[in-house]
Nanobody
Framework: QVQVTESGGGLVQSGGSLRLSCTTS????????MAWFRQGPGKEREFVAA????????RYADSVTGRGTISRDNVNNMVYLDLNMLKSEDTAVYYC??????????????????????WGQGTQVTVSS
């Protein structure tokens, strides 16, 4: 079983920046597509960003395009989400997810909850105005 663990959440001021980190157990991290989702208060879980196994193909939600960057370090089994110009709407629990698909295709676009096989427990991000 692959374990996924997020870190880096907390209280951040509006307009500020944060970096979320995620690590997974196991030796096949470098073959997974990785993603971040979030769930705000009273909202459904939504896609934020994803990148394929080698980090060269990415997907972003409109809500974070231009403000967010997803990246990965396959040597250290880490994936990151950098989010800038934070808004109150970014307040949510952020989840890291891993998929056994390595790359995006017609069968796997990487933006849906069901695309992912392994999930972390989430890290809370609160943006104060």
């Amino acid at each position: 079983q692959v374990q996924v663990t997020e870190s880096g959440g907390g209280l951040v001021q509006s307009g500020g920046s944060l970096r979320l980190s995620c690590t997974t157990s196991g030796r096949v991290f470098s073959t997974y597509t990785m993603a971040w989702f979030r769930q705000g208060p009273g909202k459904e879980r939504e896609f934020v960003a994803a990148l394929n196994w080698n980090g060269k193909d990415t997907r972003y939600a409109d809500s974070v395009t231009g403000r967010g960057t997803i990246s990965r370090d396959n040597v250290n089994n880490m994936v990151y989400l950098d989010l800038n110009m934070l808004k109150s709407e970014d307040t949510a629990v952020y989840y890291c997810a891993a998929s056994r698909w390595s790359y995006f295709s017609g069968s796997f676009d990487g933006t849906k909850y069901n695309d992912y096989d392994y999930w972390g427990q989430g890290t809370q991000v609160t943006v104060s105005s």
